[in-house]
């Protein structure tokens, strides 16, 4: 698909936000907006707008006022706040939702974009259709109470009009002191009472060895967010990724938010672990057998993988035949009720499809349901998460 980029620019407090629109061949009747990181540009998101752009979302990125020392909008890093940044989405949400064709608006952020965007959620409910977080900074107001930020270290009860930031050896560029208001505005917020009233579908995909932004802090917001309306946030955890994802880490995220974005909710992560593999060579096919076991742990179901699990594949010089994982699940639904679900996971060389029986009249829609799958390499076995279209 064809993608027309072009440059774009809106007003906040008389100051000009300026940024890129990924527009698709044809009609787009959703926007989706993603916003930067700390010290980021909207360029840093190219890769990601352009892949939802050829899913047939207009996608727009832009850069925060003083969001960074290289920002081309108006506005000083050191008068930069979660708020004015804030502030800012707000300016690009109503741009956006000017654009002719445009009935639905979607938020999608990293880092402290993702709280920017969270919050943004939560003060315009009626606008946004979906919420998407990768590695959120909702750590920022505990992080201001304690005083230390990054590589900002300060007296939280007597904080300086400016701060200094100790450099790191490995960032190969000096960071730029932030003011002093950036840590005063948050110090008695609650970031997750603040972002818990967002009502609509939120997908938060974190590493779980991220060193910036514990994971902990993802665990916190998806509990914050059921507290109010269960089952409606996602949490993935992607296995040794740390603040920011690369190669196959940054692949596996995309697949999740295409599906969560297409309509699909994770309603369940199966945890693989590989236990065995036996190799028969039968005329010119080569026969693996891999039994596993492991475990489920989602907001609609927990439980473990029953013996006899096994994932037989066919392979003809290096082509595949098929694949084909049986496995049976016991547990409870998010109900509290014992339930089976039996999934058969069936790839003939064009993408797994897996289809699912369950006792469970709690997930009963499963067995009409049509599932996607998206799966996360990994070297113990894969997280296999399976979407599927709620009723």
């Known amino acids: 698909m064809d993608i027309q980029i072009s440059d774009f620019t809106c007003q906040r407090d008389g100051m000009t936000i300026r940024g890129r629109e990924y527009r698709p061949d044809g009609k787009c009747s959703v926007a989706v907006i993603l916003s930067h990181g700390f010290g980021g540009t909207g360029s840093d998101l190219d890769s990601y707008a352009r892949q939802l752009?050829?899913?047939?979302?207009?996608?727009?990125?832009?850069?925060f006022c003083g969001g960074s020392p290289r920002s081309s909008s108006d506005g000083?890093?050191?008068e930069m706040t979660v708020f004015t940044e804030l502030s800012d989405l707000e300016a690009v949400m109503e741009y956006a939702s000017g654009l002719p064709q445009v009935t639905r608006l979607m938020l999608m952020g990293?880092?402290?974009g993702g709280f920017v965007s969270a919050l943004a959620a939560a003060a315009h409910p009626e606008q946004v259709a979906k919420l998407v977080l990768f590695y959120p900074a909702l750590c920022i107001p505990e992080d201001s109470r304690r005083g230390q930020m990054l590589m900002y270290s300060f007296d939280p009860s007597n904080v300086p009009e400016r701060i200094e930031a100790a450099q790191d050896p490995n960032i190969p560029f000096k960071m730029e002191p932030i003011g002093g208001e950036y840590v005063k505005c948050v110090q008695k917020m609650d970031a997750f009472a603040a972002i818990a009233s967002y009502p609509g579908p939120v997908l938060i995909v974190h590493g779980d060895s991220d060193r910036a932004v514990n994971v902990v802090n993802s665990r916190r917001a998806q509990a914050a967010y059921h507290s109010v309306r269960p089952l409606r946030c996602q949490l993935a955890e992607i296995t040794g990724a740390d603040h920011g994802f690369r190669g196959r880490e940054d692949v596996h995220a995309m697949e999740l938010v295409r599906c969560f974005?297409?309509?699909?909710?994770?309603?369940?992560?199966?945890?693989?672990?590989?236990t065995d593999c036996i190799r028969e060579e039968r005329g010119e096919e080569t026969v693996l057998t891999i039994p596993f076991g492991g475990t489920v742990n989602t907001p609609f179901f927990q439980g473990m993988v029953q013996p006899g699990a096994a994932d037989v594949q066919r392979w003809k010089n290096e082509k595949i035949l098929r694949l084909c994982a049986d496995y049976v699940l016991k547990g409870i639904d998010y109900t509290g009720t014992p339930c089976q679900i039996h999934i058969v996971n069936e790839n003939l060389g064009d993408g797994w499809h897996p289809t699912?029986?369950?006792?469970?009249?709690?997930?009963?829609f499963l067995n009409e349901a049509e599932l996607t799958e998206s799966l996360e390499e990994r070297r113990i076995g894969p997280m296999v998460r399976i979407f599927a279209q709620l009723p």
């Open 53 to 63: 752009a050829q899913e047939g979302y207009l996608c727009l990125t832009f850069d």
């Open 76 to 78: 000083s890093f050191q």
């Open 110 to 112: 990293c880092s402290q």
């Open 261 to 274: 974005l297409a309509g699909g909710t994770n309603v369940l992560s199966v945890d693989v672990v590989l």
């Open 356 to 364: 699912i029986t369950t006792d469970s009249e709690a997930l009963s």
